[in-house]
């Protein structure tokens, strides 16, 4: 039933990826960020509040004589906190009518974060907003301007710390490779630098792939963009796990990386370090490019 609302898939926090989902928009409202496939699959757009309460209603229905029922939500799509205060209090008002709710999470870009007040931020908590997953990316502000994000490190710090001042959770999403080989070192040294000043409960670490109608496949073919090897990837994500000191989940399960691992840091730091070493001992260059390539065709299967 929610195909109806996306022609395609669906773009879903990894840390929220069991809770039920409620479509509340279309694609991203900044839509502008040089890797993202988002910005050509489709217009953002909002769905009209009935349609939603609509959806909502029904899969109240749908769980009626359902043992297990859903407590955890997630408003999608890319940048839900972006609508309207009073319009994101009418849905949640609409889950917390209809369902137990325990929490409501979504997508949040750091500048939708900055431009909501206290008030209207503590508004939607009352309703249950809680554990947003904030797409940071990097906290370096070349890698960051380079991919036209539209935030910088500053935003990133503002954002995390209004958020923990009034006890809302997020995630953070970092993604390796974004700054290609050449702004490589700034972004782990920038973006080590930027979590360990931040508490996002998990840091979900994803891998920059080249989309091949996204802005930066056209700065790959210009040469202005050099992407990393497989190898130099994995060395990215152990020398940014080095560099944290921060107490969080270490999630790097998502499936753009070359080499799947969880834990928690710093407990279980010696041991994710030590799984990537004996990776990269055990796989040769050219096995690690086989492995990924693998990957890639299973993928394009599913
Ligand atoms: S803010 Fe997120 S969803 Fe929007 S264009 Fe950038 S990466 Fe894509």
Redesign the pocket.
Known sequence: MIDKFYNEYM?TPMPEMHSEMIPVTQG?S????L??D??YRQKFKVFDFEDIKTYIESRRRFYQDKRVKPTKFNLLE??PLCLDTDFLLRIMKEINKNFSCKYISM?A?TRDVLSKSDDQLLLLKNEKMDRLCL?LESGSDKVLSFQN?GTNLDDSLKACKKLERLGIKYSAYIMLGLGGRDLSKDHIEKTAFLLNQIHPFEIVIVTTVIFKRAGLAQKVRSKEFKRLSVRESILEERDLLEKLELETIFNASHKTNALILTGLIPNHKKKLLDKIDSHLEEYSKRDLVKLENKKWRVWDKE
């Open positions: 773009y991203c900044y839509n502008k960020c890797y993202c988002l910005n890319g940048n997508f870009r797409g994000k």
